[in-house]
């Protein structure tokens, strides 16, 4: 299983630009990259996933590049509802064992 | 409406008493698997299952044992619960055909005296 590393914890600003990046040397071919949003005392919630290149929805931007080693999450505009930890997860094809690791606390700021 | 619950949400018991906790999706998933969530130790993996009959263990299995006997149902039982049990435990399902996302049920807060 590939280990991911993540910063433990980020401040920002409301509207600004939030950008966490995701370390995960070991990643194998077959490996999906996965971005979870946990509140407290609630289950995660999937943000984005992606596989290379970028990726983007309603609520993010996924950038993977070539090496596929490094993985950012972009929110855009962040506020204060987005205040939450922050989850990447090398999740390989088919699932079987997943291991989170101790994700990002992000706190957005008045 | 697609979701995973889980039951009970709360509970207080005592050290060596037998307990279940339920987990049920309704979305026809293949995958389910049973977290714990400790302050400082972030989520941890105790057993996943691929399909029914079929089960095995994550990062944390020791103390805990599942069974699988329908797709639906994903039960957590503790045969004699220690108070390094007391937890907050999340249910998730996910599917194995595209995506590999997890849908994680509301939490069970577990206390063991």
């Known amino acids: 299983l590939a280990k991911t590393t993540q910063p433990i914890s980020m401040d920002s600003y409301e509207g600004q630009e939030v950008n966490i990046t995701c370390s995960h040397n070991?990643?194998?071919?077959?490996?999906?990259i996965t971005w979870y949003q946990q509140f407290p005392s609630q289950g995660p919630r999937f943000i984005i996933q992606?596989?290379?290149t970028k990726v983007t929805n309603e609520v993010a931007s996924l950038f993977i590049p070539a090496d596929r080693k490094s993985s950012t999450l972009s929110l855009p505009r962040v506020s204060l509802s987005d205040t939450a930890v922050y989850y990447c997860l090398v999740v390989p094809q088919g699932y079987q064992k997943v291991t989170f690791g101790t994700g990002t606390k992000l706190q957005v700021i008045p | 409406e697609a979701q995973v619950t889980q039951n009970p949400r709360y509970l207080i018991t005592v050290t060596g008493k037998k307990l279940t906790v339920t987990c049920s999706q309704n979305?026809?998933?293949?995958?389910m698997s049973w977290y714990r969530q400790d302050p400082g130790l972030g989520l941890r993996q105790i057993y996943y299952?691929?399909?029914?009959?079929?089960?095995d263990k994550g990062d944390v299995p020791e103390g805990y044992k599942v069974s699988r006997k329908e797709k639906r149902n994903f039960p957590l039982i503790l045969e004699s619960p220690s108070p390094n049990q007391t937890s907050l435990y999340f249910c998730?399902?996910?599917?194995?055909?595209?995506?590999?996302?997890?849908?994680f049920g509301p939490g069970t807060r577990l206390l063991v005296l």
């Open positions: 070991n990643i194998a071919t077959n490996d999906y």
């Open positions: 998730a399902s996910g599917s194995l055909a595209g995506q590999e996302t997890q849908y």
């Open positions: 979305m026809n998933h293949e995958y």
């Open positions: 992606g596989y290379k």
């Open positions: 299952s691929m399909n029914v009959e079929v089960t």
